[in-house]
């Protein structure tokens, strides 16, 4: 199963009909508990349980509950994503318990999907939330970090402490396996987001032959990948040496790209299987639906291009 997504908004809601998190800088993780052993599954429901051992000990909280929540490594005291992005595709048990003791993960629960065999999909998130309080998850390793009432106020705090930004839920809705939804948003406060490489382009200048210079990035539509802007930003040195050999073997022919990528930003690019994400930090969209002064930030191998939400349509 696939854990339900919040739809990016500009306006942050407000009354009684909903409740408000804190967006943590980690890995969507649902955590299943039954008889004895414990799963972890990432977004793309890939296993990723020996990664984590310091999350075993949850099997020894109830006998059977599916947890919705995020991994995060916290670095003196906020969440790292950095720490977290060495642990995605570890499958070694030994490697994994050196990584987790020097620099340990801890799960922040916020659904309860599944208790004792009972599915809680549908019943409302308030009802559904309530329930996972009275399990009162609070060990070495795991927590359930509170929800507020005044996102307003929950924002502007999130910001000055450096913390990624907020969820706001709405309190009647039920759990949608693998939707976008209306029903949750979420403000982010780096003007973050998720996009699909379609190809790139070599520096213009400089000594070294075919070195990177900048990366043709899309996010997905209704006719395929729709380019959204040029991302040299962030991509000087190593970090672009290392995509480019990243890139190397995913070499296309053509583009990707579901319409003609602008004459300028396609001239001597260098097409690929659009298979990878990267987060990108902009200043949103502009009106000829470019990012606004994108710089790469990172790849995402926690997220395949269906988990890229839309920029243009609000996603799934």
Same mark, same amino acid.
């Given at each position: 199963m696939r854990p339900m997504l919040a739809t990016s908004t500009p306006t942050i809601p407000s009354g009684a009909a909903w409740i408000h998190e804190v967006k943590w800088d980690g890995m969507r993780i649902l955590a299943d508990v039954n008889g004895g052993t414990l799963r972890l599954t990432s977004r793309t429901e890939r296993d990723v349980t020996v990664a984590f051992p310091e999350l075993s000990g949850l099997v020894d909280e109830y006998a059977d509950m599916l947890l919705?929540?995020?991994?995060?490594?916290?670095?003196?005291?906020?969440? +790292?994503?950095?720490?977290?992005?060495?642990?995605?595709?570890?499958?070694?048990?030994?490697? %994994?318990?050196?990584? %987790?003791?020097? +620099?340990?993960?801890?799960?922040?629960?916020?659904?309860?999907?599944?208790?004792?065999?009972?599915?809680?999909?549908?019943?409302?998130?308030?009802?559904?939330?309530?329930?996972?309080?009275?399990?009162?998850?609070?060990?070495?390793?795991?927590?359930?970090?509170?929800?507020?009432?005044?996102?307003?106020?929950?924002?502007?705090?999130?910001?000055?402490?450096?913390?990624?930004?907020?969820?706001?839920?709405?309190?009647?809705?039920?759990?949608?396996?693998?939707?976008?939804?209306?029903?949750?948003?979420? +403000?982010?406060?780096?003007?973050?987001?998720?996009?699909?490489?379609?190809?790139?382009?070599?520096? +213009?200048?400089?000594?070294?032959?075919?070195?990177?210079?900048?990366?043709?990035?899309?996010?997905?539509?209704?006719e395929g990948l729709r380019f959204v802007g040029r991302v040299g930003a962030g991509l000087a040195g190593r970090a672009g040496d290392a995509l480019r050999r990243t890139l190397a073997p995913l070499e296309l022919a053509e583009s990707p790209f579901a319409q003609p990528v602008p004459r300028e930003d396609a001239a001597g690019a260098r097409w690929v299987r659009p298979v990878l994400v990267a987060d990108v930090e902009s200043l949103g969209l502009g009106h000829q639906g470019r990012l606004r002064q994108p710089a790469f930030k990172r790849l995402r191998a926690d997220l395949t291009p269906d988990d890229v939400e839309d920029l243009f349509g609000g996603g799934e």
């Open positions: 919705d929540g995020e991994i995060v490594c916290l670095d003196a005291g906020k969440p +790292s994503f950095g720490l977290l992005a060495e642990r995605f595709h570890v499958t070694s048990a030994r490697r %994994a318990l050196l990584l %987790a003791e020097r +620099s340990p993960a801890t799960l922040m629960t916020f659904d309860l999907l599944r208790l004792y065999g009972v599915d809680l999909l549908g019943r409302t998130w308030s009802d559904r939330r309530a329930t996972l309080e009275r399990l009162e998850l609070d060990g070495p390793r795991w927590q359930t970090p509170p929800t507020f009432e005044d996102g307003r106020l929950l924002h502007a705090a999130t910001r000055e402490q450096g913390l990624e930004g907020i969820v706001s839920k709405r309190t009647s809705s039920l759990y949608r396996p693998g939707v976008r939804s209306p029903d949750w948003l979420k +403000s982010p406060h780096r003007g973050s987001t998720s996009v699909v490489i379609g190809g790139w382009r070599p520096e +213009s200048t400089g000594t070294v032959r075919d070195r990177l210079g900048a990366v043709l990035v899309g996010t997905p539509g209704p």
